[in-house]
């Protein structure tokens, strides 16, 4: 099946500073990714779908100056948190619909998530 | 609001009892799908139901859909320590795979050895 990959897994950063988070598309192309965020024990919130060749599309009361998204290949879409705080920590999802010849009917492929720690 | 409403919330079950999560939506739909959650993982896909179907198995797993009452169960048997894990579902209102799922608020399952 369709692999998405995350990177990193986790990471901790100090206040102030600026994360990036990369989820590729392994084995097929994705024009398409969406960014989903995570609190402990809750259930996952869209923040934003990435478009490739275009801006992305932020849901409501997701700042899209303090989550810049870059959909920079066919492959690669880029969450960057900028000026971090501790409310940001939390657990970030990517995923990408897979082409029609690797879905079953509108299968979704998801990253494994990256745990984002600001101290 | 979210559609997708799970419950239970949280399951606590001893090891070979089955487990039972349900699932509500709000808006009409084509599909549904549930997917796990091991924690701190991310989500794996368990099945997908399309609307015109009412029962769908796979292994231990066994997914209804009423469209009716605008509600899933997912049925797990013969439940295993390593079926821990939250379950989720989800819907794709606009049916056209290239939006993204609306997922509803899970229930943490916890079976025990």
């Known amino acids: 099946g369709a692999v998405v990959s995350q990177h990193p897994s986790r990471v901790i950063c100090k206040s102030g500073t600026s994360v990036k988070i990369e989820c590729r598309s392994l084995d097929f192309q994705a024009t398409t990714m969406f960014w989903y965020r995570q609190f402990p024990k809750k259930s996952l919130m869209l923040m934003a779908t990435s478009n490739e060749g275009s801006k992305a599309t932020y849901e409501q009361g997701v700042e899209k100056d303090k989550f810049l998204i870059n959909h920079a290949s066919l492959t690669l879409s880029t969450l960057t948190v900028t000026s971090a705080h501790p409310e940001d920590s939390s657990f970030y999802i990517c995923?990408?619909?897979?082409?029609?010849?690797?879905?079953?009917?509108?299968?979704?492929?998801f990253g494994p998530g990256t745990r984002l720690t600001v101290l | 609001s979210q559609q997708g409403e799970e419950d239970p919330q949280a399951l606590s079950i001893q090891e070979g009892e089955n487990a039972t999560m349900n699932c509500s939506y709000k808006t009409s739909i084509n599909n549904l799908q549930w997917y796990r959650q091991n924690s701190g993982r991310g989500l794996v896909h368990l099945i997908l139901i399309r609307s015109n179907e009412r029962e769908k198995h796979s292994g231990r797993l066994r997914v209804t859909l009423d469209t009716s009452k605008k509600s899933s169960s997912l049925l797990i048997t013969a439940s295993r320590a390593a079926d821990t894990a939250s379950y989720f579902c989800a819907t794709d209102p606009r049916n056209s795979g290239n939006t993204p799922l609306v997922f509803g608020k899970g229930t943490r399952l916890s079976v025990i050895a």
């Open positions: 995923s990408a619909p897979g082409t029609s010849g690797l879905r079953a009917y509108n299968e979704q492929f």
